[in-house]
């Protein structure tokens, strides 16, 4: 009978075993940093309601991709790969060494919201919440995608 709950818990102790990793979920994914793309945009906002060229968002304004890890490898079951620029003067923003898998992957860049005053058409002023929703952009490797970020504006209270 001791032999038996011997044998039984030996083999427990062994699963217990083979199952624990030595790995820590919480550390980011180590990817390839050959198989890379670059992301050029450009974010768009009405500041000025009585001109009719383009408007961009203010210099400064920070600017988001995403891919998920399960779009760099099949292994992986959770978590992003995260990255973060800002919008330069001219409405551009540049992402270079985006990692992609060899098949290629699909990443998705957002914008931060900001606030700002716009001229309206009638020449007064009006603070503005502006926001931007994400847009997806797909990408192979050594390839250059393009994206453009429309900011809409409401009324901030």
Known sequence: MNRI?????SI????GLLSCSNEDPAEPMHVDSKNVATVKGIAHATLDEGKSDTQYA???TKVFLKVSYSALSSLATTGDYLMETTVESNGAFTFKDVPVSNQGSSVSVSGDQFTASVRLADSKNETKKFSVSSQSVSL???STGYVTLDYSGSKYE
Do not use: R
Request: hydrophobic share 65%.
């Open 5 to 9: 709950v011997i044998f039984f818990a």
């Open 12 to 15: 427990v102790l062994s699963v």
């Open 58 to 60: 203010p210099s400064g």
């Open 140 to 142: 192979l490797v050594g």
